[in-house]
């Protein structure tokens, strides 16, 4: 069966066509500046150069059908008809607390996912316009959800309960969900194979540094901590995301600076993190660059990222009463060497030693810590498109 996962974000869509039995990825690409002048419409057959050709796009639609063309091209397409798109699987930011796994869509599915709008304003509507796409083009193709905050919903209560008043859970539906689940999920899982260990019995901490960062506690193939809450804003220090500020920052700086709260929260959102405390870049590769000319802002947003991520890993290492890895993952987790040898620096005490040979790589699956080291360090690049095509296939399978 060869699927068709689709990440629908409001002016972008990423899409990649899988084999299941497989597991090659036969074509992948990108939709640019939809709904916006000059859509940017990109495709690479595997095995063969991208191309990247500039298509009007005015909505999602267009986009789909674009990739469904480019797919089943005589020239350069991977399939003769859409016949042979057994599945199509999106992936929705916000399930709530609804779905703890992934799920055939139907149009209940749809409506309850929309009833998690609220909750994800800027994705989940776009995440539905691309299934609601797919579904116009393709009628007779079944539809998998794959939810972001799936994997988290075994959080034990303590865990993402706020400490605020208790209706605002059962009458809001305020509380920590946890995001980046599917990465979280197939890194873990990964790890425990790599380590020929037990995923049922392995203590992991998954650390997913890329431009929206979050870290995850994962005992026994479950995620019982995560770092991102109620929406991704929480947590680390991100690209452009505050991550963990002190709520009574809101008040006081609306009052001081007379902001309002749509432009606090543009400020948290897209402003702030590496980028607001560096001044020079979201992207740590240029951080790093100003870093070696000596920008001592730059230096200290580095310093900031890392003693966040250090104070979120030996957290849940208590909370997990016990680590058996600590994994890498996404953008910089994959590829940044230093600013893995800079958080583990401080993990000694537990048994963790970084090799700073084995660490000296970047974007592929190794063990990075000492042989003698009691806790492994891994880098395990994500891949969700994978996670989600091993969903779909299964679950197709078991709804015929
Ligand atoms: P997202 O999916 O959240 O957009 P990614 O996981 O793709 O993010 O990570 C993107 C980030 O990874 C970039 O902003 C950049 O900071 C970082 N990155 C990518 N390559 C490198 C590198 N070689 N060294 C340091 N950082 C890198």
Do not use: W
Request: net charge negative; charged share 25%; aromatic share 6%.
């Amino acid at each position: 069966m060869k699927i068709l996962v689709i990440n629908c974000g409001s002016s972008s869509l990423k899409y990649q066509l899988i084999d299941a039995q497989s597991e090659e990825v036969l074509a992948k690409g990108l939709c640019e500046r939809i709904g916006i002048e000059g859509s940017m419409f990109t495709y690479q057959k595997t095995g063969c150069d991208k191309t990247v050709t500039q298509i009007d796009q005015p909505d999602h639609k267009k986009s789909i059908s674009i990739v469904l063309d480019a797919l089943t091209d005589k020239e350069n397409g991977v399939i003769a008809d859409l016949s042979e798109i057994g599945a199509v699987g999106h992936r929705l930011v916000h399930g709530g607390e609804e779905f703890a796994a992934s799920t055939l869509i139907t149009d209940e599915v749809i409506k309850v996912v929309e009833s998690c709008n609220d909750l994800a304003p800027l994705h989940n509507p776009a995440n539905i316009i691309g299934v609601n796409a797919c579904r116009e083009l393709m009628p007779e193709t079944p539809m998998v959800g794959v939810f972001d905050t799936a994997f988290h919903q075994t959080m034990p209560p303590e865990a993402f309960i706020y400490g605020i008043l208790y209706e605002y859970y059962t009458k809001d539906k305020v509380r920590k969900y946890g995001f980046h689940g599917t990465s979280h999920a197939y890194v873990s899982k990964r790890t425990a194979e790599i380590l020929g260990m037990d995923y049922d019995k392995a203590k992991i901490v998954v650390c997913h540094l890329g431009n929206g960062a979050s870290i995850c506690a994962v005992d026994g193939g479950k995620s019982v901590e995560t770092s991102m809450g109620l929406t991704p804003l929480m947590g680390l220090v991100m690209g452009t995301r505050s991550g963990e500020i002190d709520p009574g920052v809101m008040e006081y700086l609306g009052k001081k600076e007379n902001m309002s709260f749509e432009e606090i929260m543009t400020m948290l959102n897209k402003k702030s993190g590496v980028l607001g405390i560096s001044g020079v870049s979201s992207d740590f590769r240029d951080v790093d660059i100003a870093v070696e000319d000596g920008n001592k802002q730059a230096l200290l947003a580095l310093q900031v990222f890392v003693h966040r991520v250090v104070s979120y890993i030996g957290a849940y290492i208590a909370v997990m009463n016990d680590v058996d890895a600590i994994v890498f993952t996404a953008g910089v987790g994959e590829n940044d060497q230093k600013a893995r040898a800079e958080i583990m620096k401080n993990f000694g005490y537990i048994g963790a030693y970084l090799d700073p040979e084995k660490n000296n790589m970047r974007g592929k699956e190794a063990i990075i810590s000492t042989d003698d080291s009691k806790v492994k360090i891994l880098v395990v690049p994500t891949n969700e498109e994978l996670m989600i095509a091993r969903d779909i296939k299964r679950i197709v399978e078991e709804s015929k």
